[in-house]
T-cell receptor, first 115, second 114 residues
Framework: KAGVTQTPRYLIKTRGQQVTLSCSPI?????VSWYQQTPGQGLQFLFE???????NKGNFPGRFSGRQFSNSRSEMNVSTLELGDSALYLC??????????????FGNGTRLTVT | AQKVTQAQTEISVVEKEDVTLDCVYE???????LFWYKQPPSGELVFLIR??????QNEISGRYSWNFQKSTSSFNFTITASQVVDSAVYFC???????????FGPGTRLSVLP
């Protein structure tokens, strides 16, 4: 079974630009969540999508947005990039069923550098 | 609010030593899940264990063992006879009953020296 795939692996952008990151979950997984990892703040939850609907959202400004498609693939968009947005962005997928807490399966991440 | 604390920022041990990584959590939920993840240099977070709040049995998996104590809100992770390949950042995490609202601890960087 293929794992969670994130593209691109590395990205360099300039302040003020916008960026879109992509995540393909494990086949059959309907929940996709996004995390930002920085040395200062650690791993922080951005948002989670289930069946094309945003189900949970972390404490991030509106510049951070996402969406999920009918095939469960998800994209995350950051507009008006700031230097502080430089981070490793991790995507995780799970079955998403509210039965028991399924473990998250993470991708390798996209390392975004804002200059 | 949920919170996970990993007081040890970095630990260095020599190969074959045992090492324990501490995790203390805070939650108002009565039902919750605790996790440990390993992040090797490649960056991908690797799931190690999930524990339901009602299951306080300790668990052993090969060289890994976990000690869950609800009374002290701790979920500690021990690696026995550590190996160089165990070098990574280890994260403890907490989720609600539905496996949502994940909160990660700051991580502990473990270096196992040959």
């Amino acid at each position: 079974k293929a794992g969670v795939t994130q593209t691109p692996r590395y990205l360099i952008k300039t302040r003020g630009q916008q960026v879109t990151l992509s995540c393909s979950p494990i086949s059959g997984h309907r929940s996709v969540s996004w995390y930002q990892q920085t040395p200062g703040q650690g791993l922080q939850f951005l948002f989670e999508y289930f069946s094309e609907t945003q189900r949970n959202k972390g404490n991030f400004p509106g510049r951070f947005s996402g969406r999920q498609f009918s095939n469960s693939r998800s994209e995350m968009n950051v507009s008006t990039l700031e230097l502080g947005d430089s981070a490793l962005y991790l995507c995780a997928s799970s079955l998403g069923e509210q039965i028991q807490g399924p473990p998250l399966h993470f991708g390798n991440g996209t390392r975004l550098t804002v200059t | 609010a949920q919170k996970v604390t990993q007081a040890q920022t970095e630990i260095s041990v020599v190969e074959k030593e045992d090492v324990t990584l501490d995790c203390v959590y805070e939650t108002r939920d009565t039902t919750y899940y605790l996790f440990w993840y390993k992040q090797p240099p490649s960056g991908e977070l690797v799931f190690l264990i999930r524990r339901n709040s009602f299951d306080e049995q300790n668990e052993i998996s090969g060289r890994y063992s976990w000690n869950f104590q609800k009374s002290t809100s701790s979920f500690n992770f021990t690696i026995t006879a550590s190996q160089v390949v165990d070098s990574a950042v280890y994260f403890c995490a907490l989720s609600d009953n539905y496996g949502q609202n994940f909160v990660f601890g700051p991580g502990t960087r473990l270096s196992v020296l040959p």
